[in-house]
């Protein structure tokens, strides 16, 4: 009997908490489809703002940008990653320890103070602000994401099946190609999808780099909140909101079914 | 079967990231082959109309780049981290004077503009750039009293209607430290650039005994808390009213006898501009009457230029809200760079904000 009561009580808990988590993403969801222009009152239901939102050629303009900047981003911070990571994990070398704690320390470091180091640099180094500065700040900060869930890849697999190929007269190349890439592949793959949800969602760091022609999404936003809050706010929150969550669901999904998979070549 | 299904997620991002690539190589050579047709603008949000722009485009036969910032702060960094990158900016009158101070603004060559004539003669070279060399004049407005008339049945004449007893807990003041105190230095009869302790020690005490009254500093939001009729009476910027008064007939907007603010959103061209020529032209494109009355009528703001009168719609000229600034202008005080004498408005401003 007790333990009845306790069961249901760590219940209602667990709804109360994720009831905290998501009401607020609920509530600006469902104003998104209200038809009218002031968020305290319900006046009925309306996919207007979302066409308003296709109509509007600054909306279209900041998208672009932003998904031209997370793919360009995403692709340079995976390659570079995978590459990091794989020599970390296969080689020892001097100062190993510190470069991998140097390589994770962005993670650590507040992301205000990195938008503004980087748009100091920028401006000593006097590179025109823009799109090609938020690639390069989006790469710095996807990088250490990218490396660490290839390592956790990385380390999670046997050694045995290379030495099999290499034993089986593979060249490097060959082994690499044909054994270790296709393993670590969906470490990689995850990474990316990482890579490109934290480019599409970033805003203080780009905040600091972002130039003329390079408004992403999550700036126009907040640059939009100045003139009040409107429901094509809300409509284009939930386009960036579900988009984030639709690739981390992706990459969740490829994650768990590669170990099965990987106890199957076992 | 895995394999399979990675290879497939694999060949979309490979497929997505060369199109993309080629929309990225695409965007950074055409502004190379058409250098002189391109407008690199920075503004606020929704700032102008989409048609007007568009026409512009039309017209001169270029691409106008249109970014955006938040605050006038945010502006200034930007400019002066980032050197010549835009063509056109649009600080706010205090940040123009600022901007001159550290000479980020280039001259505008008054003859490029013959359409600023159109302005109305008192906002032609106000006390921000009393010269008019560096700056045109674009949104104005001036704070006043907004209220609801189902709630506030006697219409306020002064500052000190917002003290009335009656209206306890439903007074909602802007969320701006230089507004606020400006409100209550002129309550007083002193000037809202005020640096004197003695004034300022007035408008602070008379703040405090208001403190009890406000349901919230606001200024992001006010618009709503009005609408839905959470607040009945408060400060509020002559543009927002009027749009505050099309979803809610009950809202009233007056100029208290004792003078308010007066602000303005401008045109600049920052310092190494490259394509000033074509910001010129764009500065003054936005002047022509009928451009302007179109323009105006899409932001909602009251318009400066004197000629698009007649062709503005009878709806904009008879909007009580807009009128009311108008017929007042010459109740506004324009706010001033404080300098140092803005520590104690910050200080004083903390400590009110945590009277509950």
């Given at each position: 009997?007790?333990?009845?009561?306790?069961?249901?009580?760590?219940?209602?808990?667990?709804?109360?908490?994720?009831?905290?988590?998501?009401?607020?993403?609920?509530?600006?969801?469902?104003?998104?489809?209200?038809n009218s222009r002031i968020n305290a009152v319900w006046a009925g239901f309306t996919f207007d703002w979302y066409l308003a939102l296709l109509h509007n050629r600054r909306v279209i303009e900041a998208?672009?940008?932003?998904?031209?900047?997370?793919?360009?981003?995403?692709?340079?911070?995976?390659?570079?990653?995978?590459?990091?990571?794989?020599?970390?994990?296969?080689?020892?070398?001097?100062?190993?320890?510190?470069?991998?704690?140097?390589?994770?320390?962005?993670?650590?470091?507040?992301?205000?103070?990195?938008?503004?180091?980087?748009?100091?640099?920028?401006?000593?180094?006097?590179?025109?602000?823009?799109?090609?500065?938020?690639?390069?700040?989006?790469?710095?900060?996807?990088?250490?994401?990218?490396?660490?869930?290839?390592?956790?890849?990385?380390?999670?697999?046997?050694?045995?099946?290379?030495?099999?190929?290499?034993?089986?007269?593979?060249?490097?190349?060959?082994?690499?190609?044909?054994?270790?890439?296709?393993?670590?592949?969906?470490?990689?793959?995850?990474?990316?999808?990482?890579?490109?949800?934290?480019?599409?969602?970033?805003?203080?760091?780009?905040?600091?780099?972002?130039?003329?022609?390079?408004?992403?999404?999550?700036?126009?936003?907040?640059?939009?909140?100045?003139?009040?809050?409107?429901?094509?706010?809300?409509?284009?929150?939930?386009?960036?909101?579900?988009?984030?969550?639709?690739?981390?669901?992706?990459?969740?999904?490829?994650?768990?079914?590669?170990?099965?998979?990987?106890?199957?070549?076992? | 079967?895995?394999?399979?299904?990675?290879?497939?997620?694999?060949?979309?991002?490979?497929?997505?990231?060369?199109?993309?690539?080629?929309?990225?190589?695409?965007?950074?050579?055409?502004?190379?082959?058409?250098?002189?047709?391109?407008?690199?603008?920075?503004?606020?949000?929704?700032?102008?109309?989409?048609?007007?722009?568009?026409?512009?485009?039309?017209?001169?036969?270029?691409?106008?780049?249109?970014?955006?910032?938040?605050?006038?702060?945010?502006?200034?960094?930007?400019?002066?981290?980032?050197?010549?990158?835009?063509?056109?900016?649009?600080?706010?009158?205090?940040?123009?004077?600022?901007?001159?101070?550290?000479?980020?603004?280039?001259?505008?060559?008054?003859?490029?503009?013959?359409?600023?004539?159109?302005?109305?003669?008192?906002?032609?070279?106000?006390?921000?750039?009393?010269?008019?060399?560096?700056?045109?004049?674009?949104?104005?407005?001036?704070?006043?009293?907004?209220?609801?008339?189902?709630?506030?049945?006697?219409?306020?004449?002064?500052?000190?209607?917002?003290?009335?007893?009656?209206?306890?807990?439903?007074?909602?003041?802007?969320?701006?430290?230089?507004?606020?105190?400006?409100?209550?230095?002129?309550?007083?009869?002193?000037?809202?650039?005020?640096?004197?302790?003695?004034?300022?020690?007035?408008?602070?005490?008379?703040?405090?005994?208001?403190?009890?009254?406000?349901?919230?500093?606001?200024?992001?939001?006010?618009?709503?808390?009005?609408?839905?009729?959470?607040?009945?009476?408060?400060?509020?910027?002559?543009?927002?009213?009027?749009?505050?008064?099309?979803?809610?007939?009950?809202?009233?907007?007056?100029?208290?006898?004792?003078?308010?603010?007066?602000?303005?959103?401008?045109?600049?061209?920052?310092?190494?501009?490259?394509?000033?020529?074509?910001?010129?032209?764009?500065?003054?494109?936005?002047?022509?009457?009928?451009?302007?009355?179109?323009?105006?009528?899409?932001?909602?703001?009251?318009?400066?230029?004197?000629?698009?009168?007649?062709?503005?719609?009878?709806?904009?000229?008879?909007?009580?809200?807009?009128?009311?600034?108008?017929?007042?202008?010459?109740?506004?005080?324009?706010?001033?760079?404080?300098?140092?004498?803005?520590?104690?408005?910050?200080?004083?401003?903390?400590?009110?904000?945590?009277?509950?």
């Amino acid at each position: 009997m007790k333990k009845n009561w306790r069961s249901s009580a760590l219940f209602a808990y667990a709804l109360a908490i994720l009831a905290f988590l998501y009401l607020p993403l609920l509530i600006l969801t469902l104003y998104s489809f209200n038809n009218s222009r002031i968020n305290a009152v319900w006046a009925g239901f309306t996919f207007d703002w979302y066409l308003a939102l296709l109509h509007n050629r600054r909306v279209i303009e900041a998208l672009t940008n932003s998904l031209v900047i997370a793919t360009i981003s995403t692709i340079i911070s995976t390659v570079l990653g995978t590459m990091a990571a794989l020599a970390l994990n296969r080689y020892k070398f001097k100062y190993k320890a510190v470069i991998n704690g140097l390589l994770y320390l962005p993670i650590l470091i507040p992301e205000i103070v990195m938008g503004l180091s980087l748009l100091v640099l920028f401006s000593q180094a006097s590179v025109p602000l823009g799109k090609s500065t938020l690639i390069l700040a989006h790469i710095t900060f996807c990088l250490s994401f990218v490396i660490i869930t290839v390592n956790a890849r990385l380390e999670g697999m046997h050694k045995d099946l290379e030495q099999a190929a290499s034993d089986l007269y593979a060249t490097p190349w060959q082994t690499f190609r044909y054994i270790t890439l296709p393993l670590a592949l969906p470490g990689i793959v995850a990474g990316a999808l990482i890579a490109f949800t934290l480019s599409i969602d970033d805003f203080i760091i780009s905040f600091f780099v972002a130039g003329p022609n390079s408004t992403t999404l999550p700036l126009y936003v907040y640059a939009m909140v100045k003139r009040g809050i409107s429901p094509e706010i809300n409509a284009l929150s939930t386009v960036l909101m579900f988009t984030t969550i639709s690739l981390i669901v992706i990459a969740q999904v490829l994650q768990p079914q590669h170990s099965t998979a990987k106890k199957k070549t076992e | 079967m895995m394999k399979k299904r990675i290879a497939v997620v694999l060949m979309g991002i490979f497929a997505i990231a060369i199109l993309a690539m080629g929309c990225g190589s695409g965007a950074k050579t055409q502004p190379v082959k058409s250098e002189p047709q391109v407008l690199n603008l920075f503004s606020w949000a929704d700032n102008f109309s989409p048609e007007v722009l568009a026409a512009f485009e039309k017209k001169y036969n270029c691409k106008i780049n249109y970014d955006v910032f938040a605050n006038n702060e945010e502006l200034l960094a930007k400019i002066q981290a980032g050197g010549s990158q835009y063509d056109l900016i649009q600080p706010s009158d205090y940040m123009v004077s600022t901007m001159i101070k550290l000479n980020l603004l280039e001259k505008l060559d008054k003859n490029k503009i013959p359409n600023r004539n159109n302005i109305v003669k008192n906002l032609q070279s106000p006390a921000y750039d009393p010269t008019g060399d560096y700056s045109v004049i674009y949104t104005w407005g001036m704070t006043g009293i907004v209220y609801n008339k189902k709630y506030v049945k006697e219409t306020p004449t002064s500052w000190a209607d917002l003290w009335n007893p009656a209206y306890k807990g439903r007074v909602i003041l802007l969320n701006d430290n230089r507004e606020v105190f400006g409100m209550a230095l002129k309550k007083h009869g002193f000037s809202n650039n005020s640096i004197d302790k003695d004034q300022l020690d007035t408008a602070f005490a008379d703040l405090k005994k208001l403190a009890p009254s406000v349901l919230a500093y606001d200024t992001d939001t006010i618009k709503q808390k009005f609408i839905a009729e959470e607040g009945w009476i408060g400060t509020m910027w002559s543009g927002d009213a009027s749009f505050t008064y099309k979803d809610n007939k009950n809202i009233g907007f007056i100029i208290p006898k004792e003078g308010t603010v007066i602000w303005a959103d401008t045109f600049a061209i920052p310092k190494g501009a490259k394509h000033k020529d074509l910001a010129e032209k764009f500065i003054n494109f936005m002047y022509e009457p009928k451009i302007s009355a179109q323009n105006y009528e899409y932001i909602g703001y009251n318009d400066p230029n004197e000629k698009a009168q007649a062709f503005h719609s009878k709806e904009f000229l008879s909007d009580p809200m807009l009128k009311v600034a108008v017929d007042d202008v010459k109740q506004g005080e324009w706010l001033k760079d404080i300098g140092s004498g803005l520590t104690l408005y910050d200080r004083y401003w903390t400590e009110l904000k945590t009277i509950k």
